[in-house]
Nanobody
Framework: QVQLVESGGGLVQPGGSLRLSCAVS????????MGWHRQAPGKQRELVVA???????NYADSVKGRFTISRDNAKNTVYLQMNSLKPEDTAVYYC??????????????WGQGTQVTVSS
């Protein structure tokens, strides 16, 4: 049973910073990717950033240079440092884990989400 628990969301002023954390419990395969998606009101869920077990990252253009993902494999935790926040970053942020089986079939898991609101 894989569980993902996010923390660190909240209200911040434009230009401010927040750090999200996601603790993962359960089975994490040797080949995997962890990341963050977000969903703003009235919009589709979108990938913010992902990091593979090998350390490769993939950022959405809208957050490049402002957001940084990192992972602590010893703690099974992934972090999202968000700087220079903009009102358009307001969304529910979801932590995700994709495990890959030996035949590269993916198995996806999602956290419950944490609200990030950027407003003055």
């Amino acid at each position: 049973q894989v569980q993902l628990v996010e923390s660190g969301g909240g209200l911040v002023q434009p230009g401010g910073s927040l750090r999200l954390s996601c603790a993962v419990s359960g089975s994490i395969f040797s080949i995997n990717a962890m990341g963050w998606h977000r969903q703003a009101p009235g919009k589709q869920r979108e990938l913010v950033v992902a990091i593979t077990s090998g350390g490769t990252t993939n950022y959405a253009d809208s957050v490049k240079g402002r957001f940084t993902i990192s992972r602590d494999n010893a703690k099974n935790t992934v972090y999202l440092q968000m700087n220079s926040l903009k009102p358009e970053d307001t969304a529910v942020y979801y932590c995700t884990l994709r495990n890959y089986y030996s035949d590269l079939r993916p198995s996806d898991y999602w956290g419950q989400g944490t609200q990030v609101t950027v407003s003055s």
